[in-house]
């Protein structure tokens, strides 16, 4: 099994989680021709997806969906809010195959599939746990904070997708944002920063986890070195060595380079 982040920015983001021959998409938020062009890159295609999981409603998580459900039946799975979203925005087709959170049993996949709540200013946001019976991973964006239940769903994972949306500094200097959106993105239901996903890798590596991926990055307010340095950093106080106690990667805007973590 391998994690492959196709794109990951605050303007798109995709991930596909398995093989090339059978997988699973975490959101759709790039193009349908930059998500087929990427899963090429690994050997996969189009009928290699056996079902697409929504995180929420937002655009940069969702603008590829209405091609797709055009071309394919492919199964989209959302809670019933975000469903109802797409369908009254027309970001899906009328003849869509959706289905809803209770359902993700029925996806022909390896793994037992669930899907936990996070805090952010959506119709309903989730982060999904893969279990493969002897590993699970973590997929987590677009949280404002870490909430108990966050942690809880997480805890365990031996490989974890993670936010590291932007750096205090730059978001609060950056002189293209009006105020109520810094606050926005700060908040409790916005955007998880730098230093919180540092501090919340830092409490999963004690719990098990060995593989991070630094995902969702602001292309206005953070960099990726940025990001891996603070993690890296706190994660070496805590007394973890890179590349020996743990693995950390930062998920590229556009991956085009067929670049993946096997798990």
């Given amino acids: ?47 290699s997806v056996k079902a697409v999981l929504i995180t929420h409603e937002h655009i ?5 969906l209405l091609t797709l459900t055009k071309k394919t039946q492919t199964p989209i799975y959302a809670a019933e809010p975000v469903l109802s979203f797409l369908l009254k925005e027309e970001l899906v087709t009328s003849t869509a195959n959706l289905h809803t959170l209770d359902e ?4 022909a996949f390896d793994a037992e599939i669930k899907s936990f709540p996070t805090p952010h200013d959506a119709a309903s946001s989730v982060g999904y746990v893969l279990d493969f019976g002897k590993t699970k991973l973590g997929f987590c964006t677009d949280l404002g904070h870490v909430t108990e239940e966050v942690e809880k769903s997480l805890t365990g994972c031996r490989t974890v997708f993670v936010e590291a949306n932007y750096r205090p500094e730059m978001l609060q200097s950056n002189p293209h944002y009006p105020p109520v959106l810094k606050r926005r993105i700060a908040g409790p239901n916005g955007h998880l920063s730098n230093n919180d996903s540092a501090e919340f890798c ?62």
């Fill in 1 to 47: 099994m391998k994690l492959y982040p196709i794109c990951s920015s605050s303007k798109g983001n995709s991930t596909y989680i398995g093989t090339k021959e059978k997988g699973i998409a975490i959101d759709m938020g790039c193009s349908y021709k930059a998500f087929r062009d990427g899963l090429s890159l690994i050997g996969a295609e189009i009928a």
């Fill in 60 to 64: 940069d998580h969702v603008k590829g």
């Fill in 104 to 107: 993700l049993e029925k996806i």
């Fill in 202 to 263: 830092g409490r999963l590596i004690k719990k098990g986890t060995i593989n991070f991926t630094l995902g969702h990055l602001s292309q206005e307010n953070n960099t990726p070195e940025t990001a891996f340095n603070a993690v890296r950093e706190h994660l070496a106080n805590l007394g973890a060595e890179y590349e020996k106690d743990y693995l950390l990667k930062v998920a590229p805007v556009m991956n085009m380079d067929g670049d993946y973590i096997s798990f």
